[in-house]
């Protein structure tokens, strides 16, 4: 089984969690490239991510901001545009659990968007949670000011009779 290669990557195991962690994820240029394209910008001129993670009753918490500059293509006219991120967020963690079946044998599966992020294998990455932010901050249909879009002319169809007609018209003159 291969593993997917992220495009950043700082984890952090439980023990190192302790009452609390914060850090403060800065990725070089090397690795803004790499999430840039994992992202598909024009560029990632800065990153920066302030975490807290705190143990809760249920699991963990991760409480954080993501600041960047990046440059995204317009949707309308691909050129290039500036974007600035600054959001605050939140992230809950629980525990691996096995998956509950219902009376009827049946997996119960519940996607929302409050639904906490299961740890694995004893560790939080924060590197990827940092992209999974930046990537939710970001418009998935940038638009430049004042890009419009025009919409090209009909095709004329053309009939196979009609495209044949024209060349026993040319053929015979």
Do not use: W
Not at 123 to 138: F, M, P, R, T, Y
Request: charged share 25%.
């Amino acid at each position: 089984m291969t593993k997917i290669q992220l495009p950043y990557s700082e984890p952090v195991r439980l023990h190192q969690i302790g009452a609390n962690l914060e850090r403060t994820l800065v990725p070089e240029a090397a690795d803004r490239t790499r999430i840039a394209k994992a992202l598909n910008l024009a560029s990632l001129d800065s990153l920066t991510v302030d975490m807290t993670v705190v143990p809760t009753v249920s699991g963990f918490r991760m409480d954080g901001r993501v600041r960047a500059e990046a440059v995204q293509a317009c949707g309308l006219s691909l050129e290039p545009m500036p974007v600035t991120v600054d959001r605050d967020f939140t992230v809950n963690f629980v525990h691996e659990a096995e998956p509950q079946n219902n009376e009827d044998g049946e997996i119960d599966i519940e996607l929302d968007d409050n639904f906490p992020d299961v740890i694995e294998d004893g560790k939080i990455d924060l590197g990827q949670h940092a992209v999974e932010q930046l990537s939710l901050s970001l418009d998935p249909f940038p638009r430049k000011e004042g890009a419009v879009f025009v919409q090209p002319p009909e095709p004329v169809e053309i009939s196979p009779f009609a495209a044949l007609k024209a060349l026993k018209d040319t053929s015979q003159g």
